[in-house]
């Protein structure tokens, strides 16, 4: 029935992304009420809009714009988001070393697999520090070069047909309900993952291996 898994990054592929956030504004003794409300409905809220934090997942305006337009808190937001700053956040993400197993073990069992990711432009480098090989991917679609965000239904469309497989071919893993709610209404069995081992047994089971 399956022939092939997504996996978001941050938050599956990697440690939670909201603990770094928090860790990192803590860090520099921010003002962690402001920060909050500045930033979890950008990177931890669903929809695809017109706000400045989602046109910067979509790569339509640079992480120096988005920063400028946070008024009272942008001095902190740069030093814990930008990866000019040494309290970058992005620094201290950490791999989920058996998920980055697990994609191995899928990738052997003869399935395609692939990433679909809300990411911004600049932090690339620092997501690529903490994805499993390029190798075990058919195909890495991220918000900001595609254009989409995740829950839009048109970067799982962009991710199936680079994949090429249905919807009900397709398992998606995401640690945000929003996402994986996401890709069900087009179809695609979705995974929240809470527990990355409770996700992984799922996984193995649906695709019986």
Avoid: C
């Amino acid at each position: 029935m399956f022939k092939a898994v997504i996996f978001d990054v941050a938050g599956v592929l990697t440690e939670g992304i909201g603990r770094i956030l928090l860790e990192a504004a803590a860090g520099i003794e921010g003002d962690l009420e402001k920060l909050a409300d500045a930033l979890i409905p950008v990177f931890m809220g669903g929809g695809d809009t017109d706000s400045t934090g989602h046109k910067l997942e979509r790569g339509e305006i640079t992480l120096n714009s988005f920063l400028s337009s946070l008024g009272s808190v942008e001095k902190e937001a740069w030093t814990i988001l930008h990866p000019d700053s040494g309290d970058f956040f992005g620094d201290k993400l950490q791999p989920q070393p058996i998920m980055h197993d697990f994609v191995a073990e899928v990738k052997e069992a003869g399935f395609k697999t692939g990433i679909i990711s809300n990411n911004v432009k600049e932090w690339q480098p620092a997501w690529d520090k903490v994805i499993p090989s390029s190798h075990l991917f058919d195909a890495t679609i991220f918000s900001s070069e595609v254009g989409h965000r995740k829950p839009n239904p048109e970067i799982f469309e962009i991710a199936l047909q680079s994949l090429d497989v249905s919807p009900q071919e397709t398992i998606f893993l995401d640690d945000f309900r929003a996402m994986t709610e996401g890709a069900k209404a087009i179809g695609i069995h979705g995974i929240y993952v809470e527990n990355h081992q409770k996700a992984i047994l799922e996984t193995r089971d649906l695709l019986q291996i």
